[in-house]
């Protein structure tokens, strides 16, 4: 049998074959952030392909503060649960199973879509490039504000379970909020909330601690890690596997691997497994399944990936995006 047919279990849910399907952003939904029937088509053409196993939907705001485009899908409120529900059956339907993607997007919001300054761990400009969010300076958050961001992550995590789907993903990675939080290039903080990495981790921590009391001991919670920036100051390959092992101390039952700052692709690098120096770096740090995107376009790709240990599980982005009967 080959290796991406090989069953694995992620937090106690058994998929059956290595390749997931990561967040692909398709703004799609209604101006309020509800599943419209276009959203629940695009999903149902990927889930029927037999190759996935798991797909990630797209990122989806926790609260209007955070919230990055315009036609993003909402977490943020109980009147998304329905529609929520609707895109989870139409998943299951395929039979597929289905995690949520909960994001806080920090300074990549825009101020006509989140209406207000967008915040951030300190007030830099986000050294993403093409800019993302309207590329203004944010304003900094202020400690007091911090619980109420924690707890609209364990809000929104609710929701996801209330309306079915099969496990969270909390959004780290690819310059927004939490990715700012762990980056040194966007967080400057002075209190404990910045500084050290462990203080850099410090709301994730909270974040998964909190998150993992309300949805339970048997529901997984998957971190989207953009462990390493890829560029000069920034976090390094060595600071993702520390953090990896932190996270998974945390309570974590999946990282998947990306890129930091550099966001989901690597300057230089158009190869199969373009993360695949920090993937295997993390992979043998950690005693949880790990999952990397990054380039992968064939199901050889996905095999060979998984045979040299670079991750657990193969995340075929963009190839599924062009084309839902991707290797059928
Ligand atoms: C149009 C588009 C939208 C994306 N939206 C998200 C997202 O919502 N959340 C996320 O974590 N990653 C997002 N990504 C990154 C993908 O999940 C994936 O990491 C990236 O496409 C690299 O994998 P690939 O080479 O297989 O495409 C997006 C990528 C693209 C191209």
């Known amino acids: 049998m080959s290796l991406v047919d090989k069953s694995i279990e992620i937090g106690g849910l058994k998929l059956e074959g290595r390749i997931l399907m990561p967040p692909i952003a398709t703004y799609q939904c209604d101006e309020n952030g509800m599943v419209t029937q276009n959203v629940c088509d695009y999903y149902a053409k990927r889930a029927k392909n037999s190759h996935v196993s798991l797909i990630i939907t797209e990122h989806s705001f926790i609260s209007q503060q955070g919230k990055a485009k315009e036609k993003q899908l909402s977490s943020a409120e109980d009147k998304c649960i329905d529609g929520l529900k609707n895109l989870v059956d139409t998943i299951h339907a395929c039979g597929t199973k289905v ?19 967008p915040i951030a761990p300190s007030s830099v400009i986000l050294p993403v490039k093409p800019a993302l969010g309207d590329g203004s300076l944010p304003r900094e958050i202020a400690k007091t504000e911090i619980p109420g961001i924690v707890n609209d992550f364990v809000k929104a995590a609710r929701r996801a379970k209330e309306a079915g789907y099969d496990g969270v993903e909390i959004h ?14 966007t967080n400057h903080r002075i209190d404990e909330y910045g500084g050290s990495l462990l ?22 919670i998957s971190v989207r890690f953009g462990g390493c920036d890829y560029m ?7 600071d993702s596997v520390i953090a990896a092992k932190v996270l998974e101390q945390s309570g974590v039952d999946l990282l998947n691997i990306s890129g930091g700052m550099c966001r989901y692709t690597r300057n230089g ?26 380039g992968a376009r ?31």
């Open 172 to 185: 780290s990675a690819h310059g927004y909020l939490l990715n700012q939080f762990y980056s040194p290039l």
């Open 199 to 220: 203080n850099r981790l410090r709301i994730h921590r909270e974040i998964i601690h909190a998150v993992r009391k309300e949805v339970g001991k048997e529901y997984p």
């Open 269 to 294: 690098h158009t190869e199969s497994g373009y993360f695949k120096d920090m993937s295997s770096a993390v992979k043998t740090a950690v005693n949880i399944p790990v999952a990397v995107a990054g």
């Open 298 to 328: 064939s199901l050889s790709d996905a095999e060979l990936l998984l045979q040299e240990q670079s991750a657990d599980l193969v995340g075929i982005g963009r190839a599924l995006l062009k084309d839902p009967r991707w290797e059928e």
């Open 232 to 238: 000069n100051g920034g976090s390094t390959i060595e």
């Open 99 to 117: 995690f949520a993607q909960l994001n806080h997007a920090g300074s990549a919001a825009m101020q006509k879509v989140c209406i207000i300054t």
